[in-house]
Structures are given as C-alpha cells and as structure tokens.
C-alpha cells in the first residue's frame, strides 16, 4: 500500500459531503456485461429469448412512466382539492356539507346568493382572530411534520434534484417518507397563507414518486443510469401538472433539471407529462375542466404601441429576481447561523405576522393562485369584480396594487427558504401579476385620457375597454417575474402560453421575457435554484457554462490516495485499509518503490472475493489466513496467495498532472466517470474527482476575496498612493508578501531562492526598499485587473460568492 500525500483541501459548503458520486463508466459497463451475458446463448432459442427480453423491458420502461405519471397526476389533484378546501376553512365552512369548498358549496350560484356558505362568526374581530389561528395552525403542523419524519421535505428541493439528475445520490431524499410528508404538508404550508408556492415542490414529490416507483423494479435498482432518465421524466410530469403545461414541463426538465439530456430521455419525459396531466383532467379538480385556477384565455389583440410597456414589464422582471434572490441570500444565512434551533418558532412567526398583515388586502389574503385568476381575468359584462371598476377607483386600485407588489417581495424574500414545503414560482407569479396589472390600468387609464392622442392612433375608438387589456399585463408580469427568478426562457414562454392557449400572445411573451433575461444576464447571478447551490455548497457543476480555470490538473487533484501494490499486499492490512478508509476505489500499482499504474479496484470487488476467499476451505484450513498475501497482477498464482486479479480494472481513464482542468472537466460531463486516475509518465500522482474540481473553485473564490481583502488593507495601510511603500505598517508588508506567495509566488517562483522573503524572525519592514516598491506596483496592477480575477472566478462557476457574503 502506498499512500501519497499533499495539502489538504476544505469543503466548499456544509452539505458538500452528504452527497456520494455516481460512477456513468461503470454503470454502463456493467449494464452492457448484463446485456451480453443474457444475449450469449446464440441458439435459436436463445434469440428468441433475447427477443422476448428487449420486448419485455421496453414495455415494461412504458409501463413505469406511466405508473409514474398516473401517480403523480393523482398526487397533483388530491392535493388541489384539500389545499382549497383547507383555505376556505380560514373563512368559514358549508352548513350543508363541511368537507365542500366554497366553490363547490356555491355551486351554481353567485357568491351573493350563496346561503350555504357561512362565515365563521358575524363578529368580524372574531373572524380574523380565527383566520390568523387556522393559518398558525396549518403551518406549524407542517413544520412539525417535517421536522420529526422527513428534514429532507422542507424547501423547494429542484436545487437538490439538479445535483442527483448530474451524477450525485442523496441518502433519503427520493424515499417514501419524503414523498409522504411532502404531499402532506405541502397543502397544509399553502393554506397557512405563507408566501410560498408548491409549483417547486412539485418537482421534488414527482421525483419522489418517480425514485419510489422505479424502487420496485429490480432492472432500475441496478442501473444508475435508467433511473436518471426517469428522474428527468418524473420532474417534467411535476412541472406538467403544477401549471397545466405539459410542454413545459418537458422544456424545464431540458433547460433547468437535466446535465445530459437524451432524444430518448425528452421523449420519456413528454410521454410521463402526458399521462400526469391527463389523469389530472380526468380528475378535474375544480370542476371546470382546468388543471389550474389561473388558465385564462383571450379573444383581443395587442397593439405594438404596447411594446414600451412590455419593456417596462421585462425590466420589473429582471430587477425582481435579482433583488428577491440577492435580499433571500441574506435571509437564508442569517436564518442558518441564529435560527436553525428555532425552526418552528421561525414558522410560527413568519405565519402569524403574513395572516395578520396580509388580512386587510385582498391580493394578498386569497391565496394566489386565486388572486392570479382574479388579475388575469378580462374585464367584460359577464365576470364583475371591483378591479373592472376603474371610474370610481382606479387611483386608489392602483395604489392598492402597488402596495401588494411591494409586500409580497418582501415576503418571499423572508419566508422562502423556511423548514417547510416551499416553493418560489407562483408568489413570483403573483408578485409580478400585481404590478403587471397596476401598469395595465394605468396604461388604460392614459389610452381613456388622451384617446385623441396620435401615440393611441391604432384604437379604433376612445372606449379604453376595448382597446387596453389590463389582465394581459398582468399574466406577463407574471411570465417576467417567474423568468426573472428561474433564469429560464423557453421553458417560460411555453409554460405561459399554454396556460392561454393564444398563439397572438407570444410574441409579447418573448419579448418581456428577452428583456428580463438581459438584465439578469448583465447584473445577476443566476437563478435562484443554481444560487442556492453555490450558497450551500452543494456538488454541481453546470456544463451549460463556459469553465475558464486557467490551470493543470494538478492543482485540482485529490491526495493522500490509498493505493494497493500488484504484489505484497497481506490480506490483514488489506481489511485495515478497508475498515480505516472511506473510499470506494483503489488504484493498483506496480510496486512501492516504482507506483506505475496497473488499474484499479472498487472497494465491492474486493469484498466480494475476500468474502469469496472467506467461505473457501483454504481460509479455515490455514492458521495464517491473515498473513495470506493479496495478488492484484495477472501474473501465476501461488497457493498462499489470494487472486483478486480478475476484478481488477486494467484500463482506468488517465490524465496527465499538466492537462488543462478545462480538458479534464469537459471529460467528466461527457463520460461522467466517478474519478480520473493522475499520472506523470505512468507513474500515480493522484485522484481527482468533480468534487476535487468544486473544491478548487471555492479556492479561486477565496483568492478573489484575499486580493479584494488585501487592497482594502492598502487603502487603510498607507496614507497616500505616493508614500513610498517601505514606509507601510510592517504587519501590512507581511500580508502583501503572503498575499503575493499565495497567488503565484510574487516577484519569485516557488522554487527561485527566497532570498529577499523576510523570515519568521525578520520584521517585513527590514525588507529590501525596491522590493517593497515593486510589491507595491504590483499590488497597483492587480487593483487595475481586479475586475478580470472576478470575472475569472466568475467563469469558473462561483460567480457571486463573495457578494453574497458581503464582502
């Protein structure tokens, strides 16, 4: 055994080692071996076999997708329908029927009419105490549920998701206790009026269902690799039913959740959408035959003196999710380092304060998927509410909005993220449908003022009712603020459009989008999903961005790395290794002395044929079966050996210590190995895996910091950028010199003599004056490149670090 050392390397976020890498080499290895050890018999009868195996296995790949979708369509409508029901109970109940809605309870009348449905008390005080008590209530049991069955139920979980579907497993997190108290408490957290959604969630519980299904079949449990597809496939069906949008649930499985997506994988997850929002019609929860509340359709056209305004809709878009995510940032570290014993405290909180604020204002009382069918909707003689009123108090209506707008950011950016279901999409939505239909009443009230004016030339008369439709404002504020805080631009505009099934919208739709996306593009750091994985540290690492190191592989490798000699290893230090050491692979070398790499071994293998050895006669015959020694060559076996040749890999992907990191990165997202082997002329180096490769990242992170950091201690350290700079704070040269060495060696390389670094017995200010100047012009330099450090280590995929720190 060998055993190479160098320096150590710290995680780059708390959650980084809950995860365990998935190895798409040997899953697929292993996979072909299947496939051709049952295709091997090559009579007729065993082709016919073979046959009646590959007809069984694509059925049986349909029939799982569709077990899939049927499950999570049923999923999706129970959920609609208690989630209703247990809103309405804030307000009041049937006197005929408890277990009804108010929509079902009126069923058939308007709400003025309507005798069966009573409120609470005619007390209104009472009312509302009631109101903030059910709403406490729904919440904190949520909590509690999540807390004491299943801590992985809490949150969104896409970011999570993301990292599992790239190559990563998370004990727990796909299993049936997360999918049950997901699916319980998600309408438990809606109900309770927090400004959360479970459009997110969605996607965590359709993976649950689609990892708890697939569990079941014993072909999925051994491929990584087909139960990767499914996952996909899973995710697009959950975003399917969450906004009726089958299509756009395939398009979010490609642009957000996949690293590798396959033809075949798109076509998998289009089939699993189909049969989720079919059995979600079929079961037609709100009995109108939408799979949301907030479809809406429209019969006007938009006019392209609209156009400015739609920019202005795009550009609230971008600036909501770069502030919502940038502020939520804050929140969420905060919350981790005060609040995390406090969790359902917190919960109880955040409800009690949203009930008894949001109250008195109607966009923010409803629940807002209902408030979004309210601010869609097109004002006309056959639907009546106080936001067609706009003779009487559209001031004041807009005002009104405004302020819902305001108060819902502030909102999500305080309860997303808290130890409950909890998703962003729909009070994004609703945050942006406020302000979007504030800017469309506004818009009408103008077109009403001064519908002489040659700018409104392209209405046919001056009735602003049949020229400006505010609703349509609202549903693409909407699509901006949902744009703004995914990042995603196709999967929103298809989401969008088939929730109005109106061909004449999208171009509206993409231009508000394209507007959004350019600002966040400009000024902001990603969606909220891939922010919350860089916040946590969780491994991921996007293909879809351009990765610009600038270094060899070695600087990235992984040491000490355990390795095992061809020949001399005893089968007692053998089990030490194993019982000492984590890992699950071990290079083989070809001796101590000389580490010329031979292959490697996986840490299963080697169980298997020491269990194998174990139940042998040879182990029980021999008094010294410790001292047996373990042969890894293909060389003759003697008797007092233990071959474990057979299981050995002999062919391991390699990379030499001076291949680019971009080179070695670009072979992890295109074969996905679980590790590369590192060599120098054949001879082991190291290891390096994608971890290695995201903890070199949060290096080039911290040396973004440590130059900003040291160039703040310049600007404190000397009085003026013309005193010279061995005249400086001795402690302050210190820091420069270290700061200098850090980064690359200073003035000197690593292996140059040090002659001129002062010693740990020799004050910094004894340092040679010419080399403190040119430390100083240095340091002058680096402060004018300092925006290219950032925007390398921004293109090395840790873009934001930093500000998100505060620093």
Known sequence: MTELRNRSRASPGDRFDEFTTIDWVEDNLKENQRQLLKASNKTTTGKIQTIFRKIKLETQSWLVLTLIGVFIGIIAGCLNIFTAWLVDLKSGRCSTHFYLGKRFCCWGETEANCTAWVEWSRF????????????????????????????????????????????????????????????????????????????????????CAGNCITSLFKTYQESAAKSRDFLAAAAAAGVAVAFGSPMGGVLFSIEEISNVFKLRTMWSAYFCALAATTTLSLMNPFRTGQLVLFEVSYDKQWHVFEIPFFIILGAFGGVYGIVVSRFNIYVVSFRKRYLASFAIREVVLLTSLTAMFCYFNEFLRLDMTESMQILFHECNANWDHRICDLKNNSSALIYSLIFATAVRMLLVVVSYGCKVPAGIFVPSMAAGATFGRALGILVQAMQTRFAGAFYFRACDNGDALSCITPGTYAFLGAGAALSGITHLTVTVVVIMFELTGALKYILPTMIVVAVTKSINDKWGHGGIADQMIRFNGLPFID???????????????????????????????????????????????????????????????VRLVEETFMRSGRSTSSENSPDFVCKFAVDGVEDD???????????????????????????????????????????????????????????LHNLAARIRETLRWIGGGLQSENEPAHHANPDLIARIWETLRWTGGGPHSEHESAQHEPTQHEPAHHVNPDLNTQIWETLRRIGGEVGEAWTMASQAGIRGYARMRGE
Request: with cysteine; glycine share 6%; charged share 15%.
């Open 543 to 605: 293909n879809k961005e351009d990765h610009d190191f600038n270094a060899p592989t070695v600087k990235a490798m992984s040491t000490p790395v355990v390795a095992f000699p061809a020949i001399g290893l005893r089968l007692s230090e053998l089990q030490n290794v194993l019982r000492e050491t984590p890992f699950a692979d071990f290079p083989v070398v070809e001796s101590l002395a000389a580490p010329h790499i031979l292959g490697y071994i996986s840490r299963q293998d």
């Open 641 to 699: 050996m233990i071959d474990f040749s057979a299981v050995v890999n002999l062919a391991p992907l390699l990379v030499t210590v001076s291949m680019p990191l971009e080179t070695t990165l670009d072979i992890f997202h295109k074969l996905g190995p679980r590790f590369m082997l590192v060599e120098t002329e054949g001879v082991l180096s190291g290891i390096i895996t994608q971890k290695d490769v995201l903890r070199f990242e949060a290096q």
């Open 124 to 207: 209104a005080p009472f009312n509302y105490v009631l109101f903030v008590l059910f709403s406490v209530a729904f919440s904190s049991s949520a909590a509690l549920l999540v807390k004491h069955y299943a801590p992985s139920a809490a949150g969104s979980g896409i970011s999570e998701i993301k990292c599992i579907v790239s190559g990563f497993r998370l004990k727990g997190f796909l299993g049936w206790w997360t999918l049950a108290i997901k699916s319980i408490g998600l309408p438990l957290t809606i109900a309770s009026g927090l400004s959360v959604g479970k459009e997110g969630p969605s996607v965590h519980y359709a993976a």
